[in-house]
């Protein structure tokens, strides 16, 4: 099935830092979504892309859909405390109109005091 | 902002019990979802149901596992006979279309340990 790799796993970083991070796939998708979880709490959306190319901020979130469609990246600027979690982007799988999504494989931030 | 509410938040059950989590999909929402979440792994799919039937299912849903919306608020996940690999954080996901990433919404996750 199609695999969302994500890299780094994990992140180590000092608050004020910006952080960078990168999904890739084997296989296209023409939606790629980013989520962050934190401890014991469900996956909740953090940005939307729906075009190749598109480059879409939602606050210090920056994100954006490759131009090959089997890769995506989010910048954090200026990291604090509660960015601290789990993030994974995630990307919809199409089958005879039924639709889930499959995600990635998760990178973790940590923000050294 | 409406939620998705899930409960228990944490059931600890002994293997080859019977297990319902429960969870109330927002109001108007259509489609609904369960998702699992091994401890330290990835978020998987396991099903999805529209209009009273299962649309998708994945291969972890097997024979043992079932759901219901019996009254028209409640989505039920059904685990017949827990095992050992059942143990995870389920999550209860709604959405107002068949996917558009901005109208799915996470429950917040019950926790399964089965021993």
């Known amino acids: 099935g199609q695999q969302l790799n994500q890299s780094p796993q994990s992140m180590f970083i000092q608050e004020g830092e910006d952080v960078s991070m990168n999904c890739t796939s084997s296989?296209?998708?023409?939606?790629w979504l980013w989520y962050k979880q934190d401890p014991g709490e469900g996956p909740v959306l953090l940005i939307a892309?729906?075009?190749?190319?598109e480059l879409t901020s939602n606050g210090r979130l920056t994100a954006q859909f490759g131009i090959t469609r089997k890769d995506s990246f989010l910048n954090i600027s200026a990291s604090i405390p509660s960015d601290v979690g789990i993030y994974f982007c995630?990307?919809?799988?199409?089958?005879?109109?039924?639709?889930?999504?499959?995600f990635g494989t998760g990178t973790r931030l940590t923000i050294i005091p | 902002e409406p939620e998705v509410t899930q409960t228990p938040s944490h059931q600890v059950t002994q293997m080859g019990q019977e297990v319902i989590l429960r969870c109330v999909p927002i109001?108007?929402?259509?489609?609904f979802y369960w998702y699992r979440q091994i401890l330290g792994q990835k978020v998987e799919f396991l099903v999805s149901?529209?209009?009273?039937?299962?649309?998708?299912k994945s291969e972890i849903f097997d024979d043992q596992f079932s759901v219901e919306r019996p009254d028209g608020s409640n989505f039920t996940l059904k685990i017949r006979s827990t095992k050992l690999e059942d143990s995870a954080m389920y999550f209860c996901?709604?959405?107002?279309?068949?996917?558009?990433?901005?109208?799915?919404?996470f429950g917040e996750g019950s926790w399964l340990t089965v021993v």
């Open positions: 296989s296209i998708f023409n939606t």
């Open positions: 995630a990307g919809p799988i199409t089958n005879f109109g039924n639709e889930k999504l499959t």
């Open positions: 892309l729906y075009k190749a190319g």
């Open positions: 149901f529209y209009n009273n039937e299962i649309s998708e």
């Open positions: 996901a709604s959405g107002d279309r068949s996917f558009s990433g901005n109208t799915i919404y």
């Open positions: 109001s108007n929402h259509l489609y």
